[in-house]
């Protein structure tokens, strides 16, 4: 895991990119590269100079709900940022894709106005 993954980009005048700085605390303690897992967004990997293995776990993922066998699956994309992940999700597992309209009225709120795509009937 990468502390402070979310914080790769400004979202307010005079806001720090915390991922770049603890990038570059990570090597100043002496790591000559770096393996992560999904991080939030890849560009993150830029912020080193050292490489940077970024791995996922869909693979992993995708195993473990088709061993499952739900049926009805619908895979729900918490805002639209993770649609393209998560529509290649749904298409591995055959499953349907919702997704939903989230707005941040403040720091550390999060509103849902809408779901785009059936759920009803889809497990819980």
């Known amino acids: 895991m990468f502390g402070y993954s979310r914080q790769d980009k400004k979202s307010a005048?005079?806001?720090?990119?915390?991922?770049?700085?603890?990038?570059?605390?990570?090597?100043?303690a002496?790591?000559?590269r770096v393996v992560t897992m999904d991080l939030h967004a890849g560009?993150?990997?830029?912020?080193?100079?050292?490489?940077?293995?970024?791995?996922?776990?869909?693979?992993?993922?995708?195993q473990?709900?088709?061993d499952l066998d739900l049926p009805d699956l619908v895979v729900v994309a918490p805002d639209a940022g993770r649609v393209k992940l998560n529509k290649k999700f749904a298409s591995k597992l055959g499953a349907e894709l919702a997704i939903l309209d989230k707005e941040r009225?403040?720091?550390?709120?999060?509103?849902?106005g809408y779901v785009i795509g059936d759920?009803?009937?889809?497990?819980?």
């Open 43 to 62: 560009q993150i990997q830029g912020f080193f100079s050292k490489p940077v293995d970024h791995m996922t776990a869909l693979g992993l993922l995708t």
């Open 105 to 112: 009225p403040a720091q550390q709120v999060a509103e849902i």
């Open 13 to 28: 005048p005079r806001e720090p990119i915390s991922a770049r700085m603890v990038a570059r605390m990570l090597e100043a």
């Open 64 to 66: 473990y709900f088709q």
């Open 30 to 32: 002496g790591a000559d």
């Open 119 to 124: 759920v009803r009937g889809a497990p819980r």
